[in-house]
T-cell receptor, first 115, second 112 residues
Framework: GENVEQHPSTLSVQEGDSAVIKCTYSDSASNYFPWYKQELGKGPQLIIDIRSNVGEKKDQRIAVTLNKTAKHFSLHITETQPEDSAVYFCAASQINTGTASKLTFGTGTRLQVTL | DGGITQSPKYLFRKEGQNVTLSCEQNLNHDAMYWYRQDPGQGLRLIYYSQIVNDFQKGDIAEGYSVSREKKESFPLTVTSAQKNPTAFYLC???????????FGQGTRLTVV
């Protein structure tokens, strides 16, 4: 089955700096890579996702890059703000029309943005 | 408002008792999922259902049971056979058209 590794487990940055979280996956058949943000005591919320036919995707201060050959993908947050502080999870899945989206998650990165 | 409702938010049970966690969605999603989250770990899939009256085991199904009698509902029973039931349980749903799952707010189960 799929195995997703995520690094670092904790990340502290100053407000305004950039943050980068990296993930690797093992199954070359995986074709969908979402990133979730989880605030304390709440369920994860999708912040950005990327499919295997795309190398990079950007949404305002957040971007994700994918290297299929190396089987790794990364989350980039620029101009970090205190409200970016949370736990971030990467995930991988084979997503096909008509089938359930079974995600395999990384172990999470706790991001702290300090003033 | 459309969404996924998990209840209760906090649940306490004595060891040896079965307990059922509720999950309801009004998003008209076909697929529903249960994940377990432990401190410092990612989310692990317990069970999932692609359609009413059908469900499959995930990676850590032992000690759990589910039912899917209605499209909107996917309750999870944590049985006394689950050796370490204390955890944060997350329910999710997704359309069958290959979209990402949407998560509920979770139920924190504590077994004493």
């Amino acid at each position: 089955g799929e195995n997703v590794e995520q690094h670092p487990s904790t990340l502290s940055v100053q407000e305004g700096d950039s943050a980068v979280i990296k993930c690797t996956y093992s199954d070359s058949a995986s074709n969908y890579f979402p990133w979730y943000k989880q605030e304390l005591g709440k369920g994860p919320q999708l912040i950005i996702d990327i499919r295997s036919n795309v190398g990079e995707k950007k949404d305002q201060r957040i971007a994700v890059t994918l290297n299929k050959t190396a089987k790794h993908f990364s989350l980039h947050i620029t101009e970090t703000q205190p409200e970016d502080s949370a736990v971030y999870f990467c995930a991988a899945s084979q997503i096909n029309t008509g089938t359930a989206s079974k995600l395999t998650f990384g172990t999470g990165t706790r991001l702290q943005v300090t003033l | 408002d459309g969404g996924i409702t998990q209840s209760p938010k906090y649940l306490f049970r004595k060891e040896g008792q079965n307990v059922t966690l509720s999950c309801e969605q009004n998003l008209n999603h076909d697929a529903m999922y249960w994940y377990r989250q432990d401190p410092g770990q990612g989310l692990r899939l317990i069970y999932y259902s692609q359609i009413v009256n059908d469900f499959q085991k995930g990676d850590i199904a032992e000690g759990y049971s589910v039912s899917r009698e209605k499209k909107e509902s996917f309750p999870l029973t944590v049985t006394s056979a689950q050796k370490n039931p204390t955890a944060f349980y997350l329910c999710a749903s997704s359309p069958r058209q290959g979209r990402h799952p949407f998560f509920g707010q979770g139920t924190r189960l504590t077994v004493v």
